[in-house]
Antibody, heavy 118, light 107 residues
Framework: EVQLVQSGAEVKKPGESLKISCKGSGYSFTTYWIGWVRQMPGKGLEWMGIIYPGDSDTRYSPSFQGQVTISADKSISTAYLQWSSLKASDTAMYYC???????????WGQGTLVTVSS | DIQMTQSPSSLSASVGDRVTITCQASQDISKDLNWYQQKPGKAPKLLIYDASNLETGVPSRFSGSGSGTDFTFTISSLQPEDIATYYCQQYNNLLLTFGGGTKVEIK
Protein backbone atom coordinates (compact mmCIF):
# COMPACT_ATOMS: atom_id res chain seq x y z
CA GLU A 1 0.00 0.00 0.00
CA VAL A 2 1.37 3.39 -1.04
CA GLN A 3 1.63 5.78 1.90
CA LEU A 4 3.04 9.24 2.44
CA VAL A 5 3.41 10.07 6.12
CA GLN A 6 4.23 13.64 7.04
CA SER A 7 5.83 14.99 10.19
CA GLY A 8 3.71 16.51 12.92
CA ALA A 9 2.35 20.00 13.46
CA GLU A 10 4.83 22.77 14.23
CA VAL A 11 4.54 26.04 16.12
CA LYS A 12 7.38 28.45 15.42
CA LYS A 13 8.31 32.09 15.89
CA PRO A 14 9.06 34.49 13.04
CA GLY A 15 12.67 34.25 11.97
CA GLU A 16 13.09 30.63 13.05
CA SER A 17 14.05 27.85 10.67
CA LEU A 18 12.04 24.73 9.99
CA LYS A 19 12.27 21.47 8.05
CA ILE A 20 9.22 19.26 7.63
CA SER A 21 9.26 15.77 6.17
CA CYS A 22 7.29 13.35 4.03
CA LYS A 23 8.17 9.65 4.20
CA GLY A 24 7.10 7.40 1.36
CA SER A 25 6.47 3.68 1.64
CA GLY A 26 4.91 0.88 -0.37
CA TYR A 27 6.55 1.87 -3.66
CA SER A 28 9.91 2.66 -5.25
CA PHE A 29 10.61 6.11 -3.77
CA THR A 30 13.24 7.01 -6.36
CA THR A 31 11.01 6.60 -9.41
CA TYR A 32 8.19 9.05 -8.68
CA TRP A 33 8.19 12.83 -8.30
CA ILE A 34 7.12 14.23 -4.92
CA GLY A 35 5.42 17.60 -4.88
CA TRP A 36 4.62 20.08 -2.12
CA VAL A 37 1.38 22.06 -1.92
CA ARG A 38 0.49 24.93 0.41
CA GLN A 39 -2.99 25.71 1.69
CA MET A 40 -3.29 28.87 3.74
CA PRO A 41 -6.19 29.04 6.22
CA GLY A 42 -9.50 29.13 4.35
CA LYS A 43 -7.75 29.41 0.98
CA GLY A 44 -7.06 27.30 -2.08
CA LEU A 45 -4.26 24.98 -3.10
CA GLU A 46 -0.92 26.41 -4.25
CA TRP A 47 1.78 24.30 -5.89
CA MET A 48 5.19 25.04 -4.38
CA GLY A 49 7.58 22.71 -6.13
CA ILE A 50 8.46 19.15 -7.04
CA ILE A 51 11.48 16.85 -6.67
CA TYR A 52 12.55 13.62 -8.31
CA PRO A 53 14.29 11.68 -5.52
CA GLY A 54 16.16 9.48 -7.98
CA ASP A 55 18.47 12.33 -9.03
CA SER A 56 17.21 15.25 -6.88
CA ASP A 57 16.02 17.17 -9.96
CA THR A 58 13.92 19.95 -8.40
CA ARG A 59 11.54 22.51 -9.90
CA TYR A 60 9.96 25.43 -8.05
CA SER A 61 6.93 27.58 -8.61
CA PRO A 62 8.11 31.13 -9.36
CA SER A 63 6.06 32.21 -6.34
CA PHE A 64 8.14 30.03 -4.00
CA GLN A 65 11.58 30.08 -5.67
CA GLY A 66 14.08 31.36 -3.13
CA GLN A 67 11.55 31.21 -0.30
CA VAL A 68 11.79 27.49 0.48
CA THR A 69 14.11 24.56 -0.25
CA ILE A 70 12.90 21.15 -1.33
CA SER A 71 15.19 18.16 -0.89
CA ALA A 72 15.07 14.40 -0.57
CA ASP A 73 17.07 11.62 1.08
CA LYS A 74 16.47 8.52 -1.00
CA SER A 75 18.28 6.31 1.53
CA ILE A 76 15.38 6.81 3.94
CA SER A 77 12.63 7.47 1.34
CA THR A 78 11.94 10.94 2.70
CA ALA A 79 11.34 14.30 1.08
CA TYR A 80 11.72 17.60 2.88
CA LEU A 81 10.46 21.16 2.75
CA GLN A 82 12.46 23.74 4.63
CA TRP A 83 12.53 27.41 5.51
CA SER A 84 15.55 29.36 6.73
CA SER A 85 13.57 32.24 8.21
CA LEU A 86 9.84 31.82 8.77
CA LYS A 87 7.29 34.61 8.46
CA ALA A 88 3.79 34.81 9.88
CA SER A 89 2.52 34.49 6.32
CA ASP A 90 4.00 30.97 6.16
CA THR A 91 1.23 29.82 8.49
CA ALA A 92 -0.55 27.12 6.49
CA MET A 93 -1.20 23.45 5.96
CA TYR A 94 1.47 21.84 3.81
CA TYR A 95 0.83 18.68 1.84
CA CYS A 96 3.22 16.38 0.04
CA UNK A 97 1.93 14.26 -2.81
CA UNK A 98 3.30 11.64 -5.18
CA UNK A 99 3.15 12.67 -8.81
CA UNK A 100 2.70 10.42 -11.79
CA UNK A 101 3.74 11.54 -15.28
CA UNK A 102 5.19 14.69 -13.78
CA UNK A 103 1.95 16.23 -12.73
CA UNK A 104 -0.84 13.97 -11.53
CA UNK A 105 -1.00 13.74 -7.72
CA UNK A 106 -2.37 10.27 -7.02
CA UNK A 107 -1.36 9.91 -3.38
CA TRP A 108 -1.26 12.59 -0.72
CA GLY A 109 0.20 12.89 2.75
CA GLN A 110 -2.03 13.80 5.66
CA GLY A 111 -0.69 17.34 5.80
CA THR A 112 1.55 19.22 8.24
CA LEU A 113 0.14 22.32 9.92
CA VAL A 114 2.74 25.02 10.39
CA THR A 115 1.86 27.95 12.65
CA VAL A 116 4.19 30.94 12.82
CA SER A 117 3.38 33.40 15.57
CA SER A 118 5.24 35.64 17.95
CA ASP B 1 3.73 30.65 -15.79
CA ILE B 2 0.33 29.33 -16.81
CA GLN B 3 -2.70 30.76 -15.01
CA MET B 4 -5.86 28.72 -14.42
CA THR B 5 -9.17 30.56 -14.14
CA GLN B 6 -11.81 28.41 -12.50
CA SER B 7 -15.50 29.31 -12.28
CA PRO B 8 -17.76 29.66 -10.48
CA SER B 9 -16.00 30.13 -7.14
CA SER B 10 -19.01 28.63 -5.41
CA LEU B 11 -22.35 27.12 -6.31
CA SER B 12 -25.43 25.76 -4.60
CA ALA B 13 -27.44 22.95 -6.17
CA SER B 14 -30.05 20.39 -5.21
CA VAL B 15 -29.47 16.67 -4.81
CA GLY B 16 -29.80 15.08 -8.23
CA ASP B 17 -28.85 18.24 -10.14
CA ARG B 18 -26.22 18.33 -12.85
CA VAL B 19 -23.28 20.48 -11.76
CA THR B 20 -20.72 21.97 -14.14
CA ILE B 21 -17.43 23.70 -13.32
CA THR B 22 -15.15 25.27 -15.90
CA CYS B 23 -11.43 25.92 -15.96
CA GLN B 24 -9.62 28.07 -18.50
CA ALA B 25 -5.87 27.99 -19.04
CA SER B 26 -3.92 31.10 -20.04
CA GLN B 27 -2.26 29.10 -22.83
CA ASP B 28 -2.65 25.80 -24.63
CA ILE B 29 -2.02 22.88 -22.24
CA SER B 30 -3.31 20.11 -24.52
CA LYS B 31 -4.98 17.67 -22.10
CA ASP B 32 -2.59 18.17 -19.17
CA LEU B 33 -5.38 18.90 -16.74
CA ASN B 34 -6.50 17.12 -13.58
CA TRP B 35 -9.45 17.61 -11.22
CA TYR B 36 -9.42 17.10 -7.44
CA GLN B 37 -12.00 17.00 -4.68
CA GLN B 38 -11.18 18.32 -1.22
CA LYS B 39 -13.46 17.82 1.76
CA PRO B 40 -13.00 19.97 4.88
CA GLY B 41 -10.01 18.94 6.96
CA LYS B 42 -8.87 16.35 4.42
CA ALA B 43 -6.19 16.09 1.77
CA PRO B 44 -7.31 16.52 -1.84
CA LYS B 45 -8.34 13.46 -3.82
CA LEU B 46 -7.69 12.92 -7.52
CA LEU B 47 -10.91 12.40 -9.50
CA ILE B 48 -10.08 13.04 -13.16
CA TYR B 49 -6.70 13.01 -14.90
CA ASP B 50 -5.57 14.05 -18.36
CA ALA B 51 -8.78 16.05 -18.78
CA SER B 52 -11.20 13.15 -19.15
CA ASN B 53 -9.90 9.96 -17.52
CA LEU B 54 -11.69 8.75 -14.41
CA GLU B 55 -9.37 7.73 -11.60
CA THR B 56 -9.83 4.16 -10.40
CA GLY B 57 -12.58 3.85 -7.82
CA VAL B 58 -14.17 7.21 -8.54
CA PRO B 59 -17.93 7.11 -9.21
CA SER B 60 -18.97 7.44 -12.82
CA ARG B 61 -21.18 10.47 -12.08
CA PHE B 62 -17.94 12.48 -12.21
CA SER B 63 -16.57 13.35 -15.65
CA GLY B 64 -14.28 15.77 -17.39
CA SER B 65 -13.82 17.09 -20.89
CA GLY B 66 -11.89 19.64 -22.91
CA SER B 67 -8.49 20.30 -24.40
CA GLY B 68 -6.30 23.24 -25.25
CA THR B 69 -7.44 26.07 -22.99
CA ASP B 70 -11.02 25.22 -22.03
CA PHE B 71 -12.05 22.43 -19.71
CA THR B 72 -15.21 21.27 -18.00
CA PHE B 73 -15.86 19.13 -14.94
CA THR B 74 -19.32 17.66 -14.44
CA ILE B 75 -21.18 15.88 -11.68
CA SER B 76 -24.11 14.29 -13.49
CA SER B 77 -26.30 13.85 -10.41
CA LEU B 78 -25.18 15.67 -7.27
CA GLN B 79 -25.11 13.54 -4.14
CA PRO B 80 -24.89 14.74 -0.51
CA GLU B 81 -21.40 13.23 -0.19
CA ASP B 82 -20.18 15.40 -3.08
CA ILE B 83 -20.18 18.51 -0.87
CA ALA B 84 -16.59 19.67 -1.19
CA THR B 85 -14.31 22.11 -2.94
CA TYR B 86 -13.13 21.11 -6.40
CA TYR B 87 -9.88 22.22 -8.02
CA CYS B 88 -8.48 21.98 -11.50
CA GLN B 89 -4.72 21.64 -11.89
CA GLN B 90 -2.53 21.87 -14.98
CA TYR B 91 0.91 20.43 -15.47
CA ASN B 92 3.10 21.73 -18.23
CA ASN B 93 6.80 20.98 -18.35
CA LEU B 94 6.78 20.24 -14.61
CA LEU B 95 5.42 23.68 -13.76
CA LEU B 96 2.08 23.10 -12.10
CA THR B 97 -0.79 25.45 -11.27
CA PHE B 98 -4.08 24.97 -9.43
CA GLY B 99 -7.28 26.80 -10.20
CA GLY B 100 -8.86 28.89 -7.46
CA GLY B 101 -11.38 26.24 -6.47
CA THR B 102 -15.16 25.83 -6.57
CA LYS B 103 -17.05 25.24 -3.36
CA VAL B 104 -20.11 23.05 -3.98
CA GLU B 105 -22.97 23.19 -1.50
CA ILE B 106 -26.40 21.61 -1.29
CA LYS B 107 -29.38 23.91 -1.76
Amino acid sequence: EVQLVQSGAEVKKPGESLKISCKGSGYSFTTYWIGWVRQMPGKGLEWMGIIYPGDSDTRYSPSFQGQVTISADKSISTAYLQWSSLKASDTAMYYCARAVAGGRFEYWGQGTLVTVSS
Amino acid sequence: DIQMTQSPSSLSASVGDRVTITCQASQDISKDLNWYQQKPGKAPKLLIYDASNLETGVPSRFSGSGSGTDFTFTISSLQPEDIATYYCQQYNNLLLTFGGGTKVEIK
